[in-house]
């Protein structure tokens, strides 16, 4: 295998940083110490950023849905009726 090497952004403060090894997502041990003791108070950090990422894909659906409705109601339908055409139509 390759030499990994990544230019990543620090999950602690930002700054952008290459990584050498997949799991690091910190730029210096500085940050690696902050990580760790954030963890100690947020039990993973990791875990968090994993959530977080989550919500946004989760929320773009969301989206996505709100504006179908939107839609529906423009059309004097209700939801069901409105992606239930939708999908007759395709
Ligand atoms: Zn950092």
């Known amino acids: ?3 990994f090497s990544e230019v990543r952004k620090c999950v602690v403060c930002g700054a952008t940083f290459v990584a050498h090894n997949w799991s690091r997502i910190y730029c210096s041990q500085k940050c690696g110490r902050k990580m760790a003791n954030a963890r100690a108070r947020q039990k993973n950090l990791e875990e968090v950023i994993a959530q977080e990422h989550k919500k946004k894909v989760k929320g773009s659906n969301m989206k996505a849905i ?3 409705a939107v839609e529906a109601q423009k059309r ?10 939708y999908e007759y139509d395709q």
């Open 76 to 85: 004097g339908l209700s939801y069901g009726e409105y992606v239930g055409r």
């Open 1 to 3: 295998m390759s030499e």
């Open 66 to 68: 709100n504006e179908l």
